[in-house]
């Protein structure tokens, strides 16, 4: 599908948009800039957005939701001290910008502000789309799902029930700022999931598996299709033979890819800049301090290819980076946007996020991760004698003040004489994010990041969560086996 064109409109090329004639140029940009600061205003800003999809979803072997939909709009910001004024449009017009610029400016009462004129950012490189996913007929998308289904069925007869999506998403903005930013990006991105019941009697298991990719359709394989679905089912049909978890203070290893929702939810949101300016972050005062052993370091990478988070800018139009979070152990940077990163002296590390137009931007990150190390995973296993295995967490909750935290193992084992047995069910952890990072006293070379959608003031934005398999020396395993 193509983006919308919005009318035409003054800009220093005599239209609205930029070199292809959409969204706002920066001459039309300077002037929404202007208008807002009319009335005083220490931050201006104005964000464009365009954007595009399409998603199917089958069950039962039948395909039975397809929609497809274009959205635009735009939306302007105003700060002046610790007030936020935001508005938005559900138009590209420009007289429409306009209008809510100058609708904005009159809750102020102050002297017309200065802006610095806008300097346009050059596009960072980013890995070109290889086959836009709207040029692809939305029945071989349905094939898809219907591929995703028979390969699921054929992996076990125990396998009763299959429901698999399909999505894609195409997105233009366009960020202007009174700080002298100007800057516009492309984004295109591609999802995948597959959830699958496997039944033995009175038993039942699920397993879900997912297949994301920022850039365009051609990671769409029959091979990639074949073991999203072979994964889904065989963790499904594997915990049929589950047994009761164990329960006590033990070592938890956790495997690679989805194991890194721990660090996402129980330490990443911690370092967002937002809750270290409100002192509701635990990790508030520990800047420089040591967090974690020698061997830890994680980071917070915007740009890596093809990973479900990258940008090569953010929603205020920060170029996105790699920053490093905790460096050998020490906490070196928290993730930052622009308003909040002056305040706390730090530079944005281009972690400005919004779902859309509709919303105002906070930190967020990005893909987060902990850098791998040396050890093989199977080296580390067998380096533990007796430890529960967390293959795979499922939701559950923590407090950013103090980093306490529960979370559900989907897909759980026994490591005995450094082996890994039988699976158990049932199984949540409970601890502290600060403690957990302390606690890690092996990592493995084996890195992985996943895909997921992370929640916060009520927006959904993509994630990259991921990390090398690692041992936590010991924690809470609440469980339903006395160990």
Same mark, same amino acid.
């Given at each position: 599908?193509?983006?919308?064109?919005?009318?035409?409109?003054?800009?220093?090329?005599?239209?609205?948009?930029?070199?292809?004639?959409?969204?706002?140029?920066?001459?039309?940009?300077?002037?929404?800039?202007?208008?807002?600061?009319?009335?005083?205003?220490?931050?201006?800003?104005?964000?464009?957005?365009?954007?595009?999809?399409?998603?199917?979803?089958?069950?039962?072997?039948?395909?039975?939701?397809?929609?497809?939909?274009?959205?635009?709009?735009?939306?302007?910001?105003?700060?002046?001290?610790?007030?936020?004024?935001?508005?938005?449009?559900?138009?590209?017009?420009?007289?429409?910008?306009?209008?809510?610029?100058?609708?904005?400016?009159?809750?102020?009462?102050?002297?017309?502000?200065?802006?610095?004129?806008?300097?346009?950012?050059?596009?960072?490189?980013?890995?070109?789309?290889?086959?836009?996913?709207?040029?692809?007929?939305?029945?071989?998308?349905?094939?898809?799902? #219907?591929?995703?289904?028979?390969?699921?069925?054929?992996?076990?007869?125990?396998?009763?029930?299959?429901?698999?999506?399909?999505?894609? /998403?195409?997105?233009?903005?366009?960020?202007?700022?009174?700080?002298?930013?100007?800057?516009?990006?492309?984004? *295109?991105?591609?999802?995948?999931?597959?959830?699958?019941?496997?039944?033995?009697?009175?038993?039942?298991? *699920?397993?879900?598996?997912?297949?994301? /990719?920022?850039? +365009?359709?051609?990671?769409?394989?029959?091979?990639?299709?074949?073991?999203?679905?072979? *994964?889904?089912? !065989?963790?499904?049909?594997?915990?049929?033979?589950?047994?009761?978890?164990?329960?006590?203070?033990?070592?938890?290893?956790?495997?690679?890819?989805?194991?890194?929702?721990?660090? /996402?939810?129980?330490?990443?949101? +911690?370092?967002?800049?937002?809750?270290?300016?409100?002192?509701?972050?635990?990790?508030?005062? #520990?800047?420089?301090?040591?967090?974690?052993?020698? /061997?830890?370091?994680?980071?917070?990478?915007?740009?890596?290819?093809?990973?479900?988070?990258?940008?090569?800018?953010? !929603?205020?139009?920060?170029?996105?980076?790699?920053?490093?979070?905790?460096?050998?152990?020490?906490?070196?940077?928290?993730?930052?946007?622009?308003?909040? +990163?002056?305040?706390?002296?730090?530079?944005? *590390? +281009?972690?400005?996020?919004?779902?859309?137009?509709?919303?105002?931007?906070?930190?967020?990150?990005?893909?987060?991760?902990?850098?791998?190390?040396?050890?093989?995973?199977?080296?580390?296993?067998?380096?533990? #004698?007796?430890?529960?295995?967390?293959?795979?967490?499922?939701?559950?909750?923590?407090?950013?003040?103090?980093?306490?935290?529960?979370?559900?193992?989907?897909?759980?084992?026994?490591?005995?004489?450094?082996?890994?047995?039988?699976?158990?069910?049932?199984?949540?952890?409970?601890?502290?994010?600060?403690?957990?990072?302390?606690?890690?006293?092996?990592?493995?070379?084996?890195?992985?990041?996943?895909?997921?959608?992370?929640?916060?003031?009520?927006?959904?934005?993509?994630?990259?969560?991921?990390?090398?398999?690692?041992?936590?020396?010991?924690?809470?395993?609440?469980?339903?086996?006395?160990?």
């Amino acid at each position: 599908m193509s983006a919308v064109e919005p009318a035409s409109g003054p800009g220093s090329s005599g239209g609205s948009g930029g070199e292809d004639g959409l969204g706002l140029s920066p001459g039309w940009a300077q002037v929404v800039i202007e208008r807002a600061l009319r009335r005083g205003g220490d931050f201006a800003e104005v964000f464009a957005e365009s954007s595009s999809g399409v998603s199917l979803r089958l069950d039962d072997q039948r395909v039975e939701e397809v929609a497809s939909g274009t959205d635009m709009g735009a939306s302007v910001r105003i700060v002046r001290g610790g007030t936020t004024v935001f508005g938005y449009c559900e138009s590209l017009e420009p007289e429409a910008v306009l209008r809510l610029a100058d609708r904005l400016s009159e809750g102020l009462d102050g002297a017309a502000a200065l802006g610095t004129p806008l300097h346009v950012l050059e596009r960072p490189e980013f890995p070109p789309v290889g086959v836009e996913p709207g040029d692809v007929d939305v029945f071989e998308k349905a094939a898809i799902l #219907r591929a995703l289904d028979e390969f699921s069925r054929a992996w076990s007869a125990e396998i009763v029930q299959v429901s698999a999506s399909y999505s894609d /998403h195409k997105q233009r903005i366009w960020v202007a700022n009174s700080r002298g930013t100007y800057a516009t990006e492309e984004r *295109t991105r591609v999802f995948g999931a597959v959830s699958v019941v496997a039944k033995r009697g009175d038993v039942i298991q *699920t397993g879900r598996e997912t297949l994301a /990719h920022r850039g +365009g359709y051609e990671f769409i394989t029959p091979e990639s299709l074949r073991a999203m679905a072979q *994964t889904a089912a !065989d963790k499904a049909v594997v915990m049929l033979d589950a047994g009761p978890a164990p329960a006590g203070r033990m070592p938890v290893v956790l495997a690679n890819g989805f194991g890194g929702v721990l660090f /996402h939810e129980a330490c990443g949101h +911690g370092l967002e800049a937002d809750f270290i300016v409100k002192r509701t972050s635990v990790f508030a005062e #520990r800047l420089g301090r040591r967090v974690a052993e020698p /061997h830890v370091t994680a980071l917070d990478n915007g740009v890596g290819a093809g990973m479900w988070g990258s940008n090569a800018i953010d !929603d205020e139009g920060t170029p996105t980076q790699s920053t490093v979070a905790i460096s050998e152990g020490v906490l070196s940077s928290f993730l930052t946007d622009v308003l909040r +990163g002056e305040r706390l002296g730090q530079m944005p *590390t +281009g972690n400005s996020r919004r779902q859309g137009f509709r919303h105002l931007p906070y930190p967020r990150m990005t893909n987060t991760y902990f850098a791998p190390g040396d050890a093989s995973p199977d080296d580390l296993i067998a380096d533990t #004698r007796r430890a529960l295995y967390a293959k795979s967490l499922s939701g559950g909750e923590v407090d950013p003040a103090t980093g306490d935290f529960v979370f559900g193992v989907s897909e759980g084992y026994l490591i005995e004489d450094g082996r890994v047995g039988p699976p158990v069910r049932g199984a949540t952890l409970i601890g502290n994010g600060p403690e957990v990072l302390l606690g890690i006293d092996a990592i493995a070379s084996d890195l992985v990041v996943k895909a997921g959608m992370c929640g916060k003031e009520g927006q959904l934005v993509p994630v990259g969560t991921g990390q090398p398999t690692l041992r936590i020396r010991e924690l809470t395993v609440g469980g339903t086996a006395v160990s």
